[in-house]
């Protein structure tokens, strides 16, 4: 079996290029040769030689615009150049997968669509991974929606790594082709089977993730200003990630009008593993996740989880069990849950317990793979 990856971008710190990277390296384990096509030059393309990952260049542009940019005259003429220019793309993707010997191309997100264009140009069956929401976590759309949705339909398959987004694109002639895929973590990397929470004091509380408006840094920073009016001295407060220069300021901004002192930016972290190891409680503020790749991480190294009861964060935390879930946007009801579990630290500790194990034995690299090569023998077989 030979997998043609298409990537929309090659960015280390993207959750979407960590989940093809690791479904890569266990495909490769069951004897699938992958080969990966990277739409332009970026720190990711280091981590696939690393891993010994074949890849090659083929500059492609996104269909998917931010909403609040999409009618600027300036940027309609530049998203018609790019189309253009993705038709090159889509041939000499389609001549890399002829030399390649492709059976399947695999398109690793909701971004790009050069691959299934080359796809249906080959004859090849094609999976689509849909990883993200658009408008509801990003703010973004496609630039025409007519157009999308008619190539979406040339996939054979549509995996969503969550429930919530599967329900979400379930449409039309898309309804039959649309399944549920868990993403895999690797759990060598992050389990710590050792680990117990809150030995110390203070208290340590992250929030990991992207910084904009939609992760709830925001709701997360009014959390701890309700947290400190109780527990003053007992927490310290970390905000690890990321953004826009708009979005961070706006939050650093939060911070100083409520006189929090107790709240850390700290920014991007390559060595996420050991924030995990030493923090007692994730915060998970999402509004809309479409899997949740910290919720997982964080659950394997030990910690507790609270997130917030929506999308693909619900799907993933089994309330009261595996950790506990908040009304989304509710900064007050995100306080209590942390109060309560400072206050009930040894259910607390056998809630992180329970989530640990939970995630260890379900949500890893190994059975995610097996899944997806499952689907690239059944869409062959069809193919036939």
Not at 118 to 138: C, K, Q, S, T, Y
Not at 274 to 289: G, K, R
Request: include cysteine.
């Amino acid at each position: 079996m030979k997998v043609l990856f298409v990537l929309s971008d090659c960015n280390a710190e993207h959750g979407s290029f960590l989940s093809v990277l690791s479904l890569g390296k266990e495909l490769q384990k069951m004897g699938i040769v992958t080969k990966y096509i990277i739409p332009k030059w970026d720190d990711g393309a280091k981590l696939l030689a690393e891993e010994g990952l074949c890849y090659s260049l083929v500059r492609s542009y996104s269909w998917v615009v931010s909403s609040k940019k999409k009618n600027k005259a300036v940027n309609v003429l530049k998203w018609k150049i790019k189309k253009l220019l993705n038709y090159i793309a889509v041939v000499r993707i389609s001549i890399i997968a002829k030399h390649f010997g492709a059976q399947i191309i695999h398109i690793n997100s909701i971004d790009s669509y050069v691959g299934a264009l080359a796809g249906r140009i080959m004859n090849i069956p094609v999976i689509w991974h849909f990883r993200e929401f658009l408008e509801e976590d990003h703010e973004s759309e496609f630039w025409e929606r007519d157009f999308s949705y008619r190539i979406i339909g040339y996939a054979s398959r549509i995996v969503c790594v969550s429930d919530s987004l599967r329900e979400k694109y379930s449409i039309g002639n898309l309804r039959n082709k649309t399944i549920t895929v868990y993403n895999g973590i690797d759990v060598k990397k992050f389990y710590n089977p050792d680990r117990d929470i809150f030995r110390s004091e203070p208290i340590k509380i992250a929030i990991i993730g992207r910084i904009c408006e939609h992760k709830g840094q925001l709701d997360f920073v009014d959390a701890i200003s309700i947290i400190n009016k109780r527990l003053d001295g007992k927490v310290h407060a970390y905000c690890v990630g990321d953004g826009k220069a708009d979005d961070v300021e706006r939050v650093c901004k939060r911070i100083t009008d409520k006189k929090i002192h107790n709240i850390e930016m700290v920014g991007f972290q390559s060595d996420i593993k050991s924030w995990y190891h030493n923090i007692d409680i994730i915060v998970v503020c999402s509004h809309s996740e479409a899997f949740g790749r910290v919720t997982v991480e964080a659950m394997l190294s030990g910690c507790l989880v609270i997130g917030a009861d929506s999308a693909g964060t619900k799907e993933l935390i089994v309330n009261n069990e595996t950790g506990w879930l908040y009304r989304t946007h509710d900064s007050k009801e995100l306080a209590e849950k942390v109060m309560f579990a400072i206050s009930n630290i040894e259910e607390s500790r056998v809630i992180a317990r329970n989530g640990q194990r939970y995630m260890q034995n379900n949500m890893t690299a190994e059975k995610n793979a097996a899944r997806i090569a499952k689907l690239y023998n059944e869409c062959t077989s069809n193919n036939k």
